[in-house]
């Protein structure tokens, strides 16, 4: 059995979650195991249907009154106590922030190590991974033994795909053994962001600004055109050294992961450590003064040109054809 | 606050990454070294708040003897103190790594509030030193974090969160990983550096457990997405083309 930590919100789960269920799923199948997906907090059973989707035959709902605040020790122990129930052959997490912090504490309850940011498996005694290093710029092949195998999917590299047959997954309710010292860390509060606009790992266009911009006054344009298109400004890392933007927007190896419809490179190179921070972009629009940058091989489409001059013009005809 | 900043020696940041032959390692003959981004902030964190509060920080890395330079580098940074965990191989796994952290933190006599560290290094992207250290402590620890507040013997903790922000209150002594963008790292200045090398650094030399289970077999680069770009034109002009494609093929306007 594989056993996959499902992350939802409101019952939705999430895509970085269905992504791993595919990675996930593939490992069961070379074991000729089933897949069992464990879900955590309020609305959790609702996610079976679209689970089903998935290949996974059992959802096991864990059933606490003080889940649905996330603590990390104790949604572990509820995965950790799960999983020496129904001593699986690997538990699977979502590259996300809480995925990799649940899985490190389960991996650390158990004295063991994970593998985490895994793209491909295969099983055996010990699992033959492909793992991704230095946020994917680089790959790495490795062993990973022990008996229950624990690893996260890289967010963003294994497509989601819908199982060849659906399932209707059992819905079964765990309820574990918890003290109070599991919630001793927990949210405490949620605040909202004190910054405007769409947020740049959910933006559905991003448009990114680099050396190329010059200064801060040159992303004014760029936020003008990502208003325009409803979407959100990112910066490489060189833009972001300078001070020309803060390190929220950095998009790269040590930022943000996007994954837009669209995203606008402007006056960006295209140094691999950028790359891996915008390959989740559908579609890349590249404006570059230098015909030859890298970005310019890695983009569906092209204009070589000033950013100062082609950026003003597009916000313009935009506004005109709005 | 006596605070403890663990920080990790890795090629820079931005390099062009070449491999050795036998795909174990980057070649390094043609490259310098830094301090790991995450880390480099949990180090500028651990020596405002000690100064904020009257405190100590302390540097600590493990690697090998080559990563002295990154401990002169943290007290220049304004670290009080600098602990190397000398190894004779450059790549420790995170059971180990963190195991020779939560003893060396175990056996000396320094007590520490706040133990600092990279959510994930930015070679090997882990994500479980702080988290095992912290375990092995018995010690609360939560990851990812962009913004630290101490308020007496509680450290109150931020990061991101579906567009907002998740906050969590722990109370000292404490494990905090943190992300890059934290804060802004200072530049040492030359007087400074002339002074963090005549400082003393505390050797320790911990051996491997050996209870790793994930041995890497060979590094390799990514295939290249090497798409074949459509020029739409050279300057404004692309830009009937431009809204084109927005409107027809993205469906964005």
């Given at each position: 059995m594989v056993l996959a930590l499902v992350e939802h919100e409101a019952g939705v789960p999430e895509d970085s979650s269905l992504e791993m269920l595919t990675l996930a799923r593939g490992v069961a199948e070379e074991t000729d195991e089933p897949l069992t997906a464990v879900v955590v907090g309020a609305e959790a059973a609702g996610v079976a249907d679209d689970l089903g989707t998935y290949g996974v035959e059992t959802v096991y709902v864990v059933d606490h009154e003080r889940l649905d605040d996330y603590a990390p020790v104790a949604w572990a122990t509820s995965v950790d106590q799960l999983a020496a129930d129904l001593d699986p052959d690997a538990?699977?997490?979502?590259?996300s922030t809480r995925g990799h912090e649940v899985l490190a504490h389960v991996a650390a309850r158990r004295e063991q190590s994970m593998a985490a940011n895994c793209i491909e498996v295969t099983t055996g005694e010990e699992y033959e991974l492909t793992r991704q290093r230095w946020g994917g710029t680089l790959l790495e092949e490795a062993r990973l033994g022990g008996d229950t195998k624990l690893l996260t999917a890289a967010a963003h590299e294994v497509s989601a795909e819908p199982a060849d047959s659906p399932t209707e997954p059992a819905v079964e309710s765990f309820d574990p053994s918890l003290d109070?010292?599991?919630?001793?860390?927990?949210?405490?509060?949620?605040?909202?962001?004190?910054?405007e606009g769409v947020p740049l790992g959910e933006a559905r266009v991003v448009v990114g600004g680099g050396r190329g911009v010059g200064g801060p006054d040159g992303y004014d344009q760029l936020e003008e055109l990502a208003d325009l298109l409803g979407g959100a400004v990112g910066a490489s890392r060189a833009a972001v050294n300078e001070g020309w933007r803060p390190h929220d927007d950095q998009v790269g190896q040590t930022g943000a992961k996007i994954s837009p419809k669209l995203y606008v490179a402007c006056g960006i190179s295209g140094a691999v450590q950028h790359m891996v921070g915008c390959k989740g972009a559908e579609n890349i629009l590249a404006i570059n003064t230098d015909p030859e940058a890298a970005i310019i091989q890695k983009a569906r489409w092209a204009v070589v040109g000033d950013l100062h001059e082609v950026v003003p013009e597009l916000n313009e005809s935009i506004r005109s054809a709005n | 606050m006596d605070t403890l900043a663990c920080v990790k020696r890795v090629p820079d940041t931005g390099a062009k990454i070449v491999l050795t032959d036998d795909q174990r390692a980057i070649d390094t003959s043609n490259l310098g070294f830094t301090m790991s981004p995450h880390e480099e902030c949990g180090l500028e964190e651990a020596v405002q708040i000690a100064q904020d509060t009257g405190g100590t920080a302390t540097a600590l890395t493990?690697?090998?003897?080559?990563?002295?330079?990154?401990?002169?580098?943290?007290?220049?940074?304004?670290?009080?103190?600098?602990?190397?965990?000398?190894?004779?191989?450059?790549?420790w796994g995170p059971l180990d790594t963190a195991t020779a952290i939560a003893d060396y933190v175990r056996e000396t006599d320094d007590e520490y509030d706040l133990l600092l560290f990279g959510t994930e290094s930015a070679d090997n992207g882990n994500y479980q030193?702080?988290?095992?250290?912290?375990?092995?402590?018995?010690?609360?620890?939560?990851?990812a974090i962009k913004h630290i507040e101490v308020e007496d013997d509680t450290v109150v903790a931020r990061r991101e969160a579906g567009g907002g922000?998740?906050?969590?209150?722990?109370?000292?002594?404490?494990?905090?990983?943190?992300?890059?963008?934290?804060?802004?790292?200072?530049?040492?200045?030359?007087?400074?550096?002339?002074?963090?090398?005549?400082?003393?650094?505390e050797q320790h030399h911990p051996e491997p457990g050996g209870r790793d289970r994930l041995e890497m077999v060979r590094l390799e680069a990514p295939e290249q997405d090497e798409g074949t770009a459509e020029i739409l034109g050279e300057?404004?002009?692309?830009?009937?083309?431009?809204?084109?494609i927005l409107q027809e093929d993205l469906e964005v306007l």
């Open positions: 538990v699977v997490a979502p590259g109070e010292e599991a919630f001793e860390v927990r949210v405490t509060r949620h605040e909202a962001s004190d910054v | 493990l690697g090998t003897a080559e990563a002295d330079e990154q401990l002169r580098t943290a007290l220049a940074m304004q670290a009080d103190e600098a602990v190397l965990l000398e190894t004779e191989e450059r790549e030193v702080p988290i095992h250290v912290a375990t092995q402590l018995g010690l609360p620890v939560v990851t922000e998740e906050v969590y209150e722990l109370e000292t002594p404490a494990v905090v990983g943190v992300k890059e963008g934290l804060n802004e790292p200072r530049y040492p200045s030359m007087r400074s550096k002339m002074r963090a090398r005549q400082q003393e650094v300057g404004p002009e692309a830009t009937p083309r431009i809204v084109e």
